[in-house]
């Protein structure tokens, strides 16, 4: 019997996220009713996310320009940025591509491919949950409010007393409103109270926000993002001329500015792992794995995520 600890095979890290910026994850160019370009819905809500693979993506394209910007040339010759960001594919030349060394910490975290089939590659230590909308803003005649529901708080796993949070499906539930009545967007709803307090499960969540929060049924949460998302009319410039091209307006939806997202990450205990060329020498615990996701979120809040990046959209800050 050996008196080391067992060491748990992984560990979850809940996050939540604010929009600086409106923020566009397309379908890819699919047209759909009046929209041009789509954003990315769950099937079974027909709420906008953001997949988990676009995160993991953009972390570690920033992850790469970290590492990149503390590289001591004397241990290491080959650059971490651009080489270990993106897809990694080799150029034909065989140059470049991701390094895949066990002791790289891009490659580890987020895995690697090798060569031009995937024999050697590693799966990397952190997974990304797609990234749910947690509290949505929208405008009212008292000024914004921040809409959230019970399925909407369970995803950021806040389950504490929110069964019967809603006694009547076409109301709305805040901290002090019973009685009036309120305006989302072009639905008028009666005001009950919220007989739950989120104050501690939105601890993260500014203050000015969580002082505005409206609890509505998931069926009503569902109608009220998808009529007050931001739908934004752009045109596309020819690149030889640098003039608008002829008959290329086109509209796009974004989730608004001060959209409030939640997500996970798992990270995996990296002694249960082996890269082809040996241990991890990398990173030594969950901890450890989550410690090098967490240098890309400035840059996330810097260089942002999704689409229309030039068009001033898509930074996120990590709270
Ligand atoms: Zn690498």
């Not at 890290?13 to 819905?41: C, E, F, K, M, S």
């Not at 989120?198 to 009503?220: E, F, G, M, Q, T």
Request: charged fraction near 20%.
């Amino acid at each position: 019997m050996s008196d080391a600890q067992p060491k748990k095979s992984f560990e979850r890290y809940p996050h939540v996220g604010l929009a600086i910026d409106p923020i566009h994850v397309g379908t890819g160019g699919a047209r759909l009713g009046r929209v041009d370009n789509t954003i990315v819905r769950d099937p079974a809500t027909k709420l906008p996310k953001i997949p988990g693979s676009s995160l993991a993506g953009v972390l570690r394209t920033y992850v790469a320009m970290a590492e990149e910007s503390e590289r001591d040339q004397s241990k290491r010759a080959g650059p971490y940025y651009p080489n270990c960001a993106g897809q990694g594919q080799r150029r034909p030349d065989g140059s470049g591509g991701h390094c895949g060394r066990p002791d790289c910490r891009v490659c580890t975290v987020f895995g690697f491919a090798r060569g031009n089939d995937s024999a050697g590659g590693f799966a990397g230590l952190a997974s990304f949950s797609d990234m749910h909308l947690l509290l949505f803003p929208v405008a009212t005649r008292e000024g914004p409010v921040w809409v959230t529901s019970p399925g909407a708080l369970r995803l950021a796993g806040i389950d504490q007393g929110i069964d019967g949070a809603i006694k009547d499906e076409n109301r709305v539930y805040r901290k002090n409103g019973t009685g009036k009545s309120l305006n989302l967007g072009w639905l008028l709803l009666e005001v009950d109270t919220l007989t739950v307090n989120l104050d501690a499960s939105l601890a993260k969540v500014p203050k000015y926000i969580r002082n505005r929060v409206a609890l509505v049924s998931d069926k009503l949460f569902s109608h009220v993002v998808n009529s007050n998302l931001e739908v934004r009319t752009s045109v596309a410039i020819d690149a030889s001329t640098g003039a608008a091209e002829e008959g290329a307006l086109f509209t796009y939806e974004a989730l608004p500015r001060s959209s409030v997202l939640c997500w996970d990450v798992i990270c995996k205990y990296p002694g249960h792992f082996q890269t082809a060329d040996g241990p991890i020498g990398a990173v030594a615990s969950p901890d450890d794995v989550h410690n090098v996701v967490m240098k890309g979120h400035p840059y996330l809040a810097a260089l942002g995520i999704g689409g229309m990046g030039t068009r001033g959209m898509g930074r996120l800050r990590v709270l």
